[in-house]
């Protein structure tokens, strides 16, 4: 039986990456560092996949703050006082 993974190649690992396909680069870019263990490349794109993860997470955070900071202030009994 050929395994599932057989397909993934750098090229389409890099291309799920260029695209913000961030979670089939992973997988991708983990496949072949089975293959390749250590591969300076594949472990710096692993690297680069967490990091725009963290600020994906970060940038969602903020937007969550912004939202509940606007909520809150159009309920605020004061705020049909400001201008």
Not at 50 to 59: F, G, N, P, V
């Amino acid at each position: 039986m050929k395994s599932k993974h057989m397909f993934y190649t750098r090229t389409l690992a890099d291309l799920y990456l260029r695209q913000g396909y961030l979670s089939e680069a992973e997988k991708a870019f983990g496949v072949l560092l089975e293959k390749e263990p250590g591969h300076p490349g594949y472990l710096s794109s692993l690297t680069l996949i967490a990091q725009r993860r963290h600020e994906e997470k970060k940038q969602a955070l903020v937007d969550l703050v912004r939202t509940w900071a606007s909520l809150l202030h159009k309920a605020s009994p004061c705020s049909d006082l400001e201008a």
